[in-house]
C-alpha cells in the first residue's frame, strides 16, 4: 500500500514537472515572439525606406501591398522625386491598437523642404511583413 501510494504522489509530482517546463517553455516562446515581431516590422519599414531611397520598383512591389505594377511603381518614385521627398529614419514603433496584428511606425519625411511625420501600417498576412499604407 506504502510503495501504491508513493508511486501515485511520485507519478503526480512528476506530471506537474512536466506541465510546469511545458508552461515555462510556452511563455518562453510568447516571450520570443514578443520580441521578434516588433523586430520584423521595424525591418519591413527599414527595407521600404531603403527600396524609396535606392529607386528599386522590384523590391518596393515585394515590400508594399498597393505597388502591384512596374508602372504604378514608377508614377510613386516619379511622385517622390517631383516633390524631392526624403525619408527620415523611424521615430516610433507601436501596436496597432485595433487588435489586428499590425504595427504602426512614425517616420520623418521631407517634401517640398518642409518636414513632417508620416504613419505607416505594417502588417503580417503570411506571406511576409508588408507595408499597408
Request: charged share 30%.
Amino acid at each position: 500500500m506504502k510503495k501504491t501510494r508513493l508511486a501515485v504522489q511520485l507519478s503526480g509530482l512528476l506530471v506537474l514537472g512536466l506541465l510546469g517546463a511545458s508552461a515555462t517553455r510556452a511563455e518562453s516562446t510568447r516571450r520570443t515572439d514578443g520580441e521578434a515581431e516588433p523586430r520584423a516590422a521595424l525591418a519591413a519599414v527599414n527595407e521600404y525606406l531603403a527600396a524609396v531611397e535606392a529607386k528599386s520598383c522590384p523590391r518596393l512591389m515585394v515590400i508594399t501591398s498597393w505597388l502591384h505594377s512596374e508602372e504604378a511603381c514608377e508614377n510613386e518614385l516619379g511622385e517622390f522625386a517631383r516633390h524631392h521627398a526624403r525619408f527620415g529614419k523611424v521615430a516610433k514603433l507601436a501596436k496597432d491598437g485595433r487588435g489586428t496584428g499590425a504595427w504602426l511606425a512614425t517616420a520623418r519625411l521631407s517634401k517640398d523642404g518642409r518636414e513632417r511625420e508620416i504613419l505607416l501600417r505594417i502588417e503580417n498576412r503570411g506571406r511576409g511583413w508588408q507595408i499597408q499604407s
